[in-house]
């Protein structure tokens, strides 16, 4: 079989985000991940590679340049691809634009979480962050709450209504605490590495969705928020020993591991129990992630011929 090369618009043209869930509700059924990272360096300049193997769906390799002082030659910072490799022989069989896996990968991660702990009858979402990230999020959740009402909230309320004006005339928050109480949904996607989003806040069946900290230092909520939901995350390969939303409370003792209720190889405890519980998803991400996606991808892509 030829290479397939899918670029970015005319993949995007064939996907939709409940057809993803549904990809990674099946790709979850098979063997757990192996997944490995690496990375090179030359001064501020990186080579990330990460790697995902999974029996019965082949293999992930997803290659990243990221070039923090390209934007001011007007050079995209990230560039990349997701290569695709057959599970029965090895061979290359697609190129995917990295930046179609990792938007889709992202927002259809946490859209996945929010079929499964969200209340179905969820009606107001707010949106934690005026960024690329965050206009995903409302394609995404508008596609599994049709009937929602957005809001977003942004350090600069410039962006915000940017961002608004760009989404369907979307609200604009002034008061985070104020948008956090009113919402049945928060979906947070910052770069924030001090806790914004305070457990005080939390109402009674609400689910919150994190998306922003990737590293050991970044956090978006506080220890309450933690302590006060039933907390669930992607993966534990990817979030426990690595992420600070759930590192640094382990450590600190603020929760304990066992606070932590299931990841998504755990469908038999990976839902919502009753209609005032607070839940909370920390959305790690993953290479088995990027492969999972980049196989429907590839998939919707030979389906549309």
């Not at 043209?13 to 997944?35: K, S, T, V, Y």
């Not at 910072?77 to 290359?92: E, H, K, Q, R, S």
Request: aromatic share 8%; charged share 25%.
């Amino acid at each position: 079989m030829s290479l397939t090369i899918i670029p970015f618009a005319e993949g995007e043209a064939h996907l939709d985000w409940l057809g993803l869930c549904a990809a990674l509700q099946a790709g979850h059924d098979l063997p757990r991940a192996e997944i490995a990272d690496t990375f090179l360096y030359r001064g501020k300049d990186t080579l990330l590679n990460r790697s995902a193997w999974i029996d019965g769906m082949g293999i992930a390799v997803k290659c990243a340049t990221i070039f923090p002082g390209n934007p001011d030659k007007g050079d995209p910072m990230i560039n990349g691809a997701v290569n695709l490799y057959d599970d029965a022989n090895g061979t290359l069989t697609a190129l995917v634009d990295f930046h179609l896996v990792t938007k889709w990968k992202t927002a259809g991660d946490s859209l996945y979480a929010a079929t499964r702990l969200a209340r179905p009858d969820s009606e107001n979402i707010l949106i934690v962050g005026a960024g690329t990230v965050g206009r995903s999020l409302w394609q995404a959740y508008s596609a599994a709450f049709p009937k929602a009402r957005f809001t977003v909230w942004n350090r600069t309320r410039a962006n915000a209504e940017t961002m608004a004006a760009e989404c369907g005339g979307m609200a604009v928050a002034d008061d985070l605490e104020t948008a956090v109480r009113a919402a049945d949904i928060v979906t947070s996607a910052t770069m924030s590495t001090d806790p914004l989003i305070k457990g005080d806040w939390f109402q009674p069946g609400q689910h919150i969705d994190l998306i922003g900290a990737y590293r050991p230092d970044m956090r978006e909520v506080d220890d309450e928020a933690l302590r006060r939901a039933r907390v669930f995350v992607d993966s534990y390969d990817t979030t426990v020993g690595h992420i600070g939303e759930i590192r640094i409370p382990l450590e600190t003792g603020a929760i304990t591991r066992d606070h932590l209720v299931a990841d998504y190889y755990e469908p038999e405890t990976f839902h919502r129990r009753s209609e005032d519980e607070i839940t909370l998803f920390k959305n790690g991400g993953g290479a088995h992630l990027d492969l999972m996606t980049s196989r429907y991808i590839l998939d919707a892509w030979r389906a549309a011929g």
